[in-house]
């Protein structure tokens, strides 16, 4: 594991004169997919103001954004066979820079959805609805890929930034099915599977339950 773990951090050293390059270049498009993150979030933030000003039902519950680290860049471009470049960062890779929004109910995820995309300053490029057509082992979520006008005294440029929406109770049951996976670092085997899918199934139905409680008091209107 430390040698497979060097071998990747390695191509992170400054030890030539071309990485010093790549390293410029690199924390130059690092910087863009900051402010896309930046420009998605302030729109994010104007709409929870409007809905408060207008005492109408906030959509957004929560907010949360990453850049995606230099090792999980390296690793991804690597398995697909990509090499290590600026370029063939921002060319295939649509994850780098990612916006998560929690909503509280079923409706507000279409909701923020289309009124981010209402205006067209932000271009939809790719749109995966886990939601309506689940993964195998129960995670739901909507998928946005989506390119982002930033402003730079050169011009603007199109930075590509993931969105996922989700509910509160998507949010929760994938934070724990990650946790139970991956941290114990243990195969978690076909009953544990089901069991997790059935988490999922139920606290999608919550959901939908949520959704028509909401509807019966008038939340939205």
């Not at 519950?61 to 063939?88: A, D, E, F, H, V």
């Not at 929690?102 to 209402?118: F, H, Q, T």
């Amino acid at each position: 594991m430390m040698n497979e773990i060097k071998g990747e951090t390695d191509m992170f050293l400054p030890d030539d004169e071309e990485f010093t390059r790549f390293h410029l270049h690199y924390q130059q498009i690092m910087a863009l997919y900051e402010s896309a993150i930046q420009c998605v979030s302030m729109r994010l933030n104007i709409m929870e103001k409007e809905a408060g000003v207008s005492g109408k039902h906030n959509p957004i519950r929560s907010i949360s954004s990453r850049i995606k680290q230099p090792l999980s860049i390296n690793r991804k471009l690597r398995n697909r066979g990509m090499p290590l470049t600026t370029k063939s960062i921002m060319e295939n890779l649509h994850d780098v820079a990612g916006v998560r929004i929690i909503c509280e109910y079923l409706s507000d995820v279409y909701k923020v959805r289309d009124n981010l995309l209402a205006d067209g300053f932000m271009e939809l490029l790719l749109e995966k609805d886990y939601i309506k057509t689940p993964k195998p082992n129960g995670y739901r979520s909507l998928h946005l890929i989506i390119a982002v006008p930033v402003p730079f005294k050169t011009g603007v440029q199109k930075v590509i930034c993931e969105l996922q929406l989700r509910t509160t109770a998507m949010d929760t049951w994938a934070a724990l099915e990650h946790s139970l996976r991956y941290k114990k670092d243990r195969p978690c085997g076909p009953e544990i599977d089901r069991e997790l899918l059935e988490c999922a199934d139920m606290l999608s139905k919550t959901d939908v339950k949520m959704q028509r409680i909401a509807e019966q008091l008038r939340i939205f209107e």
